[in-house]
C-alpha cells in the first residue's frame, strides 16, 4: 500500500506502457524522497512551539503539487483527454 502522502489512486490515467515505468518509477522515487524529506523535519522540529514550520512546509509543499497538476491537465493535448474520460464516467 501506497503511503498516505502519495495518493496513487488519485493519479490521471497511466501512460502507453513504454513510458509507464518511466513515470511509475519517478513518481515513486520523489514519494520516498519528500517522505525522509518529511521525517527528517519532524526529527529537528518536534518541538510543539515549532509546529507552524510543519504546518507552513506541508502547506507549500501541496500548493506546489496542486500548481504543477493544474499546469498539466490544462494542456490543451491533456485538457480533451479530461474532458472525454469524465464524460465516459472513466477515472
Known sequence: MLPAAC????APPPPPP??????SGVQQSLCSLL????????TVLHR??????????????VTIAAVVYLAYALRPDQ????IQQAAEGGP
Open 79 to 82: 485538457r480533451y483527454q479530461l
Open 7 to 10: 495518493p496513487a489512486h488519485d
Open 48 to 61: 510543539p512551539e515549532q509546529f507552524h514550520w510543519l504546518l507552513l512546509a506541508s502547506v507549500v509543499v
Open 35 to 42: 517522505e525522509v524529506a518529511m521525517f527528517g523535519l519532524v
Open 18 to 23: 513504454p513510458a509507464a515505468g518511466t513515470v
